[in-house]
């Protein structure tokens, strides 16, 4: 019986995975050297003693930095694939250092990366409530600003009232619109300057409550949004660093 020659082994061919091993790392490089540029640019000018700007480059880098977890994915599923294509036969030679080995150092790169944004974490809640706290000290010398107002006005209105010129002064053609109803209204009524001062301050109390409250509720969402995204990031760059370190050394 004549063999069939056509029983020989599938031979595959390892040339695109081999291209394919190549061109992952470089794709990897290119979108972390994006990832990295970036940010070192907008670095440059930056005001840091104003917590808005700081927090808007803290939100730009954590959501940026999926870039570079996908860039460091494809430069690790490189390595992988040239090493499954390039398996030796025979029993492998003693390792040599990983200090050389440009895939450990590429690890400990990921590695660095996950601390990094483990540590922006704490750096965003710190500065997030640094805008919370600017806020409450704005709101806090509005409020100030108005009470003095009030008071000064108030003065004016009772030295007007001791002098008896109250008459006088509504017979005057050159008074706003408000003004003379004030005048007209604490004619009739002496308690409705008093009255009308608690109900100026009662609003002012409600719009500074409602003002802090509307920064409070931003700064909380987008604490959640930015410190979760930096967390998970983090989780996912040291275990891209802690796996590949285990097979690079």
Do not use: C, Y
């Amino acid at each position: 019986m004549n063999a069939n020659t056509n029983d020989s082994p599938n031979i595959i061919d390892s040339r695109p995975l081999r291209q394919t091993s190549l061109v992952l790392p470089w794709v990897g490089i290119i979108l972390i050297l994006t990832f990295v540029f970036d940010f070192a640019v907008r670095l440059f000018g930056l005001d840091f003693s104003k917590p808005d700007i700081l927090l808007n480059l803290l939100n730009e880098f954590i959501d940026r930095g999926v870039i570079a977890l996908i860039g460091l994915a494809f430069i690790s599923a490189g390595f992988w694939l040239n090493k499954a294509i390039n398996r030796p036969i025979t029993p492998a030679a003693p390792a040599a250092s990983p200090l050389g080995n440009p895939q450990f150092w590429t690890f400990v790169f990921a590695s660095l990366l996950g601390l990094l944004f483990l540590l922006l974490v704490p750096i965003h809640f710190s500065t997030s409530g640094q805008i919370v706290n600017a806020a409450i000290t704005r709101a806090d010398q509005q409020e100030a600003q108005m009470k003095f107002g009030i008071q000064q006005e108030q003065e004016q209105i009772q030295q007007v009232l001791a002098s008896g010129q109250l008459d006088q002064l509504l017979q005057q053609k050159n008074l706003q619109p408000e003004q003379l109803a004030l005048l007209q209204e604490i004619k009739k009524d002496p308690k409705a300057l008093d009255k009308r001062a608690a109900q100026r301050l009662s609003e002012m109390q409600t719009q500074k409550q409602q003002a802090i409250d509307q920064v409070s509720k931003e700064v909380s969402v987008n604490r959640w949004r930015a410190e979760v995204r930096s967390l998970l990031l983090a989780l996912g760059f040291i275990a891209v660093g802690w796996t590949g370190l285990r097979e690079a050394s």
